[in-house]
């Protein structure tokens, strides 16, 4: 089955700066990319996801990147704001099953 | 229009006991995703329904099991109730074929004492 794998486990920035969460996945057949976004006590929300046809995507503050050759995607957040914080999981799969990676907590400080 | 919504909140259980879980699907949505979500392992996936029918489960042991009714909406059952499965449980559902986007509900703690 799909593995994916998160890092870091933990990210701390300051407000204006950018944060960077890398995922890498072992299962080739794999070919979409969502990212979710879980603030304290809520549920998750994708925010950003990316199919294996793209190398790239972008919306507003965030991006993703795909590189399928290397089996790994990104999240970049650029001018990040205390909004931000939360716990970030990146997750792999087709359009019947995702795996997910452990997850990332964001904090961003003012 | 009305998210996933699943019941209830909480619950707290004894060990051996037997725990059930409900979620409703977004209105249009045929598919049920059920997760664990166990403090630090992010979210493990459990069962997959659609049209009435399982169709993949996780690496999970039998004894979580669940069904989907006609009317879409999903049980989760978890039986002979271990201290492991306390976890918050999450449900999400999607139309198969539209979007691949998985909508989640909020969640149900589940606590085993």
């Known amino acids: 089955g799909e593995n994916v794998e998160q890092h870091p486990s933990t990210l701390s920035v300051q407000e204006g700066d950018s944060a960077v969460i890398k995922c890498t996945y072992s299962?080739?057949?794999?070919?979409?990319f969502p990212w979710y976004k879980q603030e304290l006590g809520k549920r998750p929300q994708l925010i950003i996801d990316?199919?294996?046809?793209?190398g790239e995507k972008k919306d507003q503050r965030i991006a993703v990147t795909l590189n399928k050759t290397a089996k790994h995607f990104s999240l970049h957040i650029t001018e990040t704001q205390p909004e931000d914080s939360a716990v970030y999981f990146c997750?792999?799969?087709?359009?019947?099953?995702?795996?997910f990676g452990a997850g990332t907590t964001v904090t961003v400080r003012a | 229009e009305a998210g996933v919504t699943q019941s209830p909140t909480h619950l707290i259980k004894t060990r051996g006991q037997q725990a059930t879980l409900r979620c409703s699907p977004i209105?249009?949505?045929?598919?049920v995703y059920w997760y664990q979500q166990a403090l630090g392992l992010g979210l493990q996936f459990l069962l997959w329904?659609?049209?009435?029918?399982?169709?993949n489960r996780g690496n999970f042991p039998p004894r979580f099991s669940g069904r989907q009714f006609p009317n879409y909406s999903s049980e989760l059952n978890v039986n002979a109730l271990e201290l492991e499965d306390s976890a918050l449980y999450l449900c999400?559902?999607?139309?198969?074929?539209?979007?691949?986007?998985?909508?989640f509900g909020p969640g149900t703690r589940l606590t085993v004492t």
């Open positions: 999400a559902s999607s139309f198969v074929g539209l979007s691949y986007e998985q909508y």
């Open positions: 997750a792999a799969g087709n359009d019947y099953k995702l795996s």
């Open positions: 299962d080739s057949a794999s070919n979409y």
């Open positions: 209105s249009g949505h045929t598919s």
């Open positions: 329904y659609d049209e009435g029918e399982e169709r």
């Open positions: 990316i199919r294996s046809n793209v």
